[in-house]
């Protein structure tokens, strides 16, 4: 019951953070440091007050473990918010943060020694191939094709920095994963780590509140704070949900699960916001069907224990 709650949560909960996140976005292209710093706050006083009892709760885990984790998160979110001000099309980032789904499977059999049937491999194949199918067609577009919301064509030098900048994250956040399942959970308050370090993005971080207060007022509050409270609270619950899932399901059945989330996020992303859907985002919707489907059915007995047990 409430391994299927926690995976409704992570679907409306991560889709909803990523709505409030192009809203930001797009009210100001460079406010992504700002967000993440707001985040890294949220997380920090959250962690201080229920988790660390204002230190009174005793540290289990060595600090240069924690530190070494909180890095990790801290450069893997300001790598991604600096892809952003690179070019890169939300939809593309949306598949570079998926495209850990093959690698997840096969980093489970090298490193954990883990045993999966063949129908789970070519599930997870289906599933990437899909989603990539589908963003590739956005950046088609979004690249020589550019639309009435672009006033030109993206810069194809730019845009190759994005990708070399999502890839680096994409190798961090699959180590710091795999720490993460040994390291769990990570020490909200220590979040305060890298704090000190958003002084070198100041005046950036400065300038995005002028812009935050600028914005149209509702229910007394300017709209974009009233987003970015929204952001910050949709994503604390997406990963809460997720942690939970990680202790209860495969570390493959959560991947495919985010995946299948960032699916939704990329149609939100081409319905709601307007961005081009073609022939190509429908191959990519068929592939993410099968695979979903492949992933379902079910394995022999003795596949399924064998999984578990590993």
């Known amino acids: 019951k409430w391994t299927v709650v926690a995976m409704a949560t992570v679907i409306v909960g991560c889709c909803s953070n990523v709505v409030f996140l192009e809203y930001l976005i797009r009210a100001s292209s460079s406010s992504g440091n700002m967000i993440v710093f707001f985040q890294f706050l949220f997380v920090f006083f959250e962690g201080l007050i229920f988790h660390n009892r204002f230190g009174k709760t005793e540290r289990i885990i060595p600090l240069k473990k924690y530190v070494i984790m909180v890095m990790m998160h801290f450069t893997v979110s300001i790598t991604n918010i600096m892809a952003l001000d690179c070019d890169i099309p939300m939809p593309l980032h949306m598949i570079f943060k998926s495209g850990s789904l093959v690698a997840n499977l096969l980093l489970g059999c090298i490193v954990m020694k883990r045993s999966y049937p063949v129908s789970k491999f070519v599930a997870v194949v289906f599933v990437s191939l899909g989603i990539f199918i589908s963003t590739i067609a956005t950046v088609i577009f979004s690249v020589f094709h550019p639309d009435a919301d672009t006033s030109e064509e993206r810069s194809i030098p730019t845009l190759l920095l994005g990708i070399s900048l999502l890839t680096y994250a994409l190798m ?22 890298p704090l000190p370090f958003f002084i070198v993005i100041a005046p950036s971080i400065v300038s995005n509140i002028h812009v935050m207060n600028s914005s149209p007022i509702t229910m007394g509050v300017p709209l974009l704070w009233i987003y970015l409270a929204l952001n910050i609270v949709t994503q604390y619950i997406c990963i809460r949900a997720i942690f939970y899932l990680t202790s209860v399901c495969t570390s493959l059945t959560v991947t495919l699960l985010i995946t299948l989330r960032k699916f939704v996020s990329l149609l939100i992303s081409v319905l709601y916001f307007g961005n081009r859907f073609t022939a190509l985002h429908s191959v990519g919707g068929a592939f993410v069907l099968i695979g979903t489907l492949l992933y379902a059915l079910p394995v022999r007995r003795q596949n399924l224990q064998k999984e578990k047990s590993s």
Do not use: R, T, Y
């Open 172 to 193: 961090i956040i699959k180590v710091s994963i795999w720490k993460a399942v040994l390291i769990n959970p990570l020490p909200h308050s220590q979040h305060m780590i």
